[in-house]
């Protein structure tokens, strides 16, 4: 995945996410959801294989990226995140959905689907 850091237009693939490519990120993509995670966290750990599903099932309706909170602790702070994981769901550049916590896949593509429309 690190090798694939530039913004394409309908990744099927989570994007590396990082303070500084956080706001050209949110702003080119209509629907994204990022995945706030760091390596040591086991419950992220185990969230990873259904955003990386996800990042397939959905390519064309939502794209996912992933923020590590530990190397790009600014943006995490600015969305006052505690507790990893932790997704935020991002419209049209406006955060539209907050979800805490590792859940199956099935379930985290309702709550996606849900607060995108």
Same mark, same amino acid.
């Given at each position: 995945?690190?090798?694939? #850091?530039?913004?394409?237009?309908?990744?099927?693939?989570?994007?590396?996410?990082?303070?500084?490519?956080?706001?050209?990120?949110?702003?080119?993509? @209509?629907? /994204?959801?990022?995945?706030?995670?760091?390596?040591?966290?086991?419950?992220?750990?185990?969230?990873?294989?259904? /955003?990386?599903?996800?990042?397939?099932?959905?390519?064309? #309706?939502?794209?996912?990226? #992933?923020?590590?909170?530990?190397?790009?602790?600014?943006?995490?702070? @600015?969305?006052?995140?505690?507790?990893?994981?932790?997704?935020?769901?991002? #419209?049209?550049?406006?955060?539209?959905?907050?979800?805490?916590?590792?859940?199956?896949?099935?379930?985290?593509?309702? @709550?996606?689907?849900?607060? /995108?429309?």
């Amino acid at each position: 995945m690190e090798e694939k #850091k530039e913004p394409i237009e309908s990744p099927d693939y989570p994007l590396h996410i990082t303070d500084e490519n956080f706001d050209e990120v949110i702003k080119k993509y @209509k629907v /994204i959801v990022v995945d706030f995670w760091a390596p040591w966290c086991m419950p992220c750990k185990m969230l990873a294989p259904a /955003i990386e599903n996800l990042a397939k099932k959905l390519q064309g #309706k939502v794209v996912f990226g #992933k923020m590590n909170v530990d190397e790009s602790p600014n943006i995490p702070t @600015k969305f006052n995140i505690m507790s990893i994981p932790t997704l935020i769901v991002f #419209k049209d550049g406006s955060a539209v959905g907050t979800f805490v916590g590792a859940m199956p896949e099935h379930t985290l593509e309702e @709550k996606i689907l849900s607060v /995108i429309g």
